[in-house]
């Protein structure tokens, strides 16, 4: 069983002892395999040297935060360019399954099962397409809509997002005794709002950061993925907030992390992999005006979170096209889809699309849960249960259903 973390290209070599671990029982029926994806982690790297990343970052409130994405963006793609240009054109999802049935075949297994989360789910997708006849237990946890490959997969966020951050607002709101944020969530995201309107007349000061209008969404989006983080985002909303009041504010651990790689480049490696993947799977408009008249016709729905979702990227002045089309998924090959339903990252339209695409899968979603990784990560019985018997016996569940945690 070949395991992938998504992102794509995400290093998973060590993480197999730790899911071997997680799987019990299950994990001891297979040889697990950690392949970290060509281009990342102990594979040959692409690394362009970035100083700074481009995602979760947001073309922000107006003109001037656009502007900066563009120039953002063109330096980076330019960095790739001139350090990894010989590389690029052969990264891409497709590659990465080719690269998985290089391991089965070296292996000498005639079938491989697979497990694979987030962009994890078009890598396995993919790999059935291609080799529908070597496809033997597949998991796609947290999936994506196969007809929106690379870049095109963050346009359509920004209403789950939207809602996700309106529960946390209620969940805030009912601690206010603790977080101060507002007694209702209209007050709590009144806040929020307040904070992001501030950043984009000034930069806010956040210890030794500088936050402006382009950062404040990737900084609410990264605790907003998990609902376990509703404490970690109340607490980056009141630093922003008193930052926005001009009293002293400084960062939690987890939102100087976050900083430190989208101003400080730290990960930058593992980011040009991701992004050279990203670019390699799907071609992109390659005019500004494109992305700037899409944010300012749909801004209006979400202006925290569709400035995110739309923004130029690098593969807009990527050095290279992609070599071929992203692999069009669509056969009866068996599969367990398994989606939390209020996951912000990937949400439950997307996977419904991969479940209509893959006829021969089932897929069960957990109710009520804003988180992105299920089985294993979430500790949900009846998700947990359900996978680990598909993975023993090889026979997917009856029907479709949902469960509670």
Sequence with gaps: MVINLGGPASPVLDAVPLARAAMGETGERFDLIGMDPRFAGRSSPIDCGWPARWLPRSAGADR??????????????????????????????????????????????????????????????????????????????????????????????????????????????????????????????????????????????????????????????????????????????AALARAAEGRPAEPTEEMARTLEGLVGGVGSAQHSAQTAVLCGDAEVSRDPRVYWRDIRAHRAASPLFEPLARTITPCAAWPNTPKEPAVRIGNAVPALIVQAEKDVNSQLPGARALHRALTGSRMIVLDGARTHGVYLFRGAACVDRAVDAYLASGVLPAADRSCSE
């Design 64 to 237: 001037a935060g656009f502007d900066a994405m563009v120039a953002l963006t063109r330096d980076l793609a330019a960095r790739c360019g001139r350090t990894e240009a010989a590389l690029l054109p052969y990264a891409s999802t497709a590659n990465i399954a080719r690269d998985m049935d290089v391991v089965r075949a070296a292996l000498g297994e005639p079938r491989l099962s697979y497990l694979g989360y987030s962009q994890g789910s078009l890598l396995g997708a993919a790999y059935a397409q291609l080799f529908p006849d070597r496809a033997d237990r597949i998991v796609l946890d947290s999936a994506i809509d196969p007809a929106l490959p690379g870049t095109l997969a963050l346009r359509d966020t920004a209403a789950g997002r939207e809602a996700g951050l309106r529960d946390w607002a209620a969940w805030a709101a009912a601690r206010d005794a603790e977080y101060h944020l507002g007694a209702n969530a209209d007050a709590v995201l009144g806040v929020v709002r307040g904070v992001y309107a501030a950043a984009a007349r000034r930069p806010l000061r956040v210890g030794t950061y500088s936050v402006d209008d382009t950062l404040v969404p990737g900084l609410i989006v990264t605790p907003l993925t998990d609902d376990s983080g509703d404490d970690e985002l109340a607490r980056v909303v």
